[in-house]
C-alpha cells in the first residue's frame, strides 16, 4: 500500500478539492475552463469516482446528468454541449455535430459519437463509497440506461461481427492522437485548406507542439462529416466510413463494464448472469481478435485492411482490468508495462508514457503521443491490482501523487521530467488523485 505523509496528503487532498469545486457547474463539471467548457462523457464517469469521496450527491447529479443527452439508440455522446457557452467558444461546438439530424437524437445538442464506457464501473465506485437506500434508488434509475449504452455498444457497432466494439473515430477511443491510429488515419483525405475554414480552439489557450497537428485534426473533421452525412446511423459502416478499429483498451473496458453491471443487477435485483457471460464472451473475443502471442500485448485492429496494427500503445494494456484474462496473457502483460517500454517499477522512477518509450516517433509532449496520463495510470492500477501485483499498483499510485504534487492537477504530463502538459487544473486528474489518496488512509 502506498504511503504518502499527512501534511502532504491533506494539501493535495485540499487542492484536488478545490479544482473540482472550481469546475462544477451546477449539474455536471467541466474538464477545464481553459479548453473544454461543457461535459464529456468518460471524463464524467472519472470525476464521478473522485467526487464520491467528498461529494457523494455530485457523483450521482455528474452521471444523471450526462444520461439524461442519452440518445435513443442508447448510445452515450462523448460531448454533452451546455447551452450557455457562447457560439465559438469550443471547436467543433453544437452548430458542427448538429445532432438533430439523427432521429435517435436527444433535445440537447451533443456529439454524435462516444467515448470508452467507464460509466457502470464509476457507478459501481460510487455506490459502494455509501451504500445507503437512497443510493441504492438512484443505482436502480441509472442501470437500465447502463445497459442500453452496452447494448448499443456491443450490438449496433459490432461491425466486425465477431462480437467486438468498433470505433468510427480517434475521440472516441479517448486517446484521440495515439500512434495507433497512423495507418488508418494515413488513409484519411486530408484537405490542407480545411482548417483555414475552421479555428481551432485548443491552439489558443495550449501550445501547438503539446496539440494534434492541423493535419491531424483535419481527418477529424473528414470523419466527422463522414458521419454526419449518414445522420450517425451506423447500420451499412463497413460499406463506405473511411475509419474503423477494433480497441483493445475500449472493448476491455465494455467487458469491465458487464461485470460491474453484474455487481449492480445482485444490488437492484436484477439477474446478474446474463452480464457475466458478456464479460467472459468479450474477454474471450479480445483474445482471439486484438491479442499477438509473438509481440506478448494487444493491439488495434484495422478493420479496412483486417490487420492488427504494431504500435505499442497503452491501449494494449487495458485488458489488465478484466478477472477472466489467461494467465499468460496476464503475465506477458505485466512483463510489457515493466518493460523499458513503460517502466512500471515498484519505484517509479519515472511516469508511465502513453507510448512505447523506445519508439522513433515517441514524443513527450504531443497529446497522447507519449505523455502522461492520470486516468491511463488510474485504470493500469486497477488492472495490476486485480491481477495481484500490489507492490507494482503502489508504484505507480506513488508516481500519480508525485506528478500532481509537482505540476499540479495538470491534463497530462511529460513524462520524463514530469511537467504539466495540456490545459492546467483538469478534473479528472484532481477526481483521480483522491480516489488513490483515498486509498492511502
Not at 143 to 157: E, I
Not at 351 to 358: A, W
Amino acid at each position: 500500500m502506498t504511503s504518502v505523509d499527512g501534511s502532504r496528503r491533506r494539501r493535495l487532498w485540499q487542492l484536488a478539492v478545490e479544482t473540482l469545486d472550481a469546475n462544477w457547474e451546477g449539474d455536471h463539471t467541466v474538464p477545464s475552463r481553459t479548453l473544454y467548457p461543457h461535459q464529456w462523457s468518460w471524463d464524467s464517469a472519472f470525476i464521478a469516482i473522485g467526487l464520491a469521496h467528498v461529494a457523494p450527491e455530485r457523483a450521482w447529479r455528474e452521471l444523471e446528468t450526462l444520461f439524461a443527452a442519452q440518445w435513443r439508440d442508447g448510445r452515450v455522446p462523448h460531448i454533452v454541449f451546455n447551452p450557455r457557452v457562447l457560439v465559438g467558444g469550443y471547436f467543433p461546438g453544437p452548430q458542427f455535430w448538429d445532432s438533430a439530424v439523427s432521429p435517435a437524437a436527444p433535445p440537447q445538442a451533443t456529439s454524435g459519437i462516444v467515448q470508452p464506457p467507464v460509466h457502470a464501473i464509476a457507478a459501481w465506485h460510487v455506490y459502494r463509497r455509501d451504500p445507503s437506500p437512497a443510493a441504492g434508488r438512484r443505482l436502480a434509475a441509472l442501470y437500465p440506461k447502463l445497459v442500453a449504452a452496452q447494448h448499443y455498444l456491443r450490438h449496433d457497432r459490432d461491425v466486425g461481427g465477431a462480437g467486438l466494439v468498433c470505433l468510427v473515430h480517434p475521440w472516441e477511443a479517448g486517446l484521440d492522437n495515439s500512434p495507433a491510429w497512423d495507418a488508418p488515419m494515413a488513409a484519411v483525405p486530408a484537405d490542407p485548406e480545411l482548417m483555414r475554414r475552421h479555428r481551432r480552439h485548443d491552439t489558443r489557450v495550449a501550445a501547438a507542439e503539446q496539440r494534434p497537428t492541423d493535419v491531424d485534426y483535419a481527418r477529424y473533421i473528414v470523419l466527422v462529416d463522414s458521419y454526419r452525412q449518414r445522420r450517425y446511423l451506423d447500420a451499412g459502416l463497413a460499406a463506405d466510413h473511411p475509419f474503423l478499429v477494433e480497441c483493445p483498451l475500449f472493448n476491455a473496458l465494455t467487458a469491465a463494464a458487464e461485470y460491474a453491471l453484474a455487481d449492480i443487477a445482485e444490488v437492484v435485483g436484477a439477474d446478474p448472469a446474463a452480464h457475466r457471460e458478456a464479460g467472459a464472451r468479450l474477454t474471450e473475443v479480445l483474445g482471439e481478435r486484438l491479442w499477438d502471442p509473438r509481440s506478448g500485448t494487444f493491439h488495434v485492429r484495422d478493420l479496412r485492411t483486417d490487420v492488427l496494427l504494431p504500435s505499442r500503445t497503452v491501449l494494449g494494456l487495458g485488458p489488465l482490468l478484466l478477472p477472466g484474462l489467461p494467465s499468460g496473457q496476464v503475465e506477458a502483460l505485466v512483463a510489457e508495462a515493466t518493460s523499458d517500454r513503460f517502466g512500471v517499477a515498484e519505484v517509479m522512477s519515472r511516469p508511465l508514457p502513453s507510448y512505447d518509450r523506445s519508439a522513433a516517433d515517441f514524443d513527450p509532449v504531443r497529446y497522447w503521443r507519449g505523455p502522461s496520463w492520470i486516468n491511463i495510470c488510474w485504470l493500469v492500477r486497477e488492472g495490476l491490482l486485480r491481477h495481484g501485483h500490489p507492490a507494482l499498483a503502489a508504484g505507480l499510485a506513488e508516481s500519480m501523487i508525485d506528478l500532481v504534487d509537482r505540476a499540479g492537477c495538470h491534463e497530462y504530463f511529460e513524462p520524463n521530467t514530469g511537467a504539466g502538459l495540456g490545459s492546467p487544473a483538469f478534473s479528472w486528474s484532481a477526481a483521480l488523485l483522491l480516489d488513490v489518496l483515498a486509498a492511502t488512509e
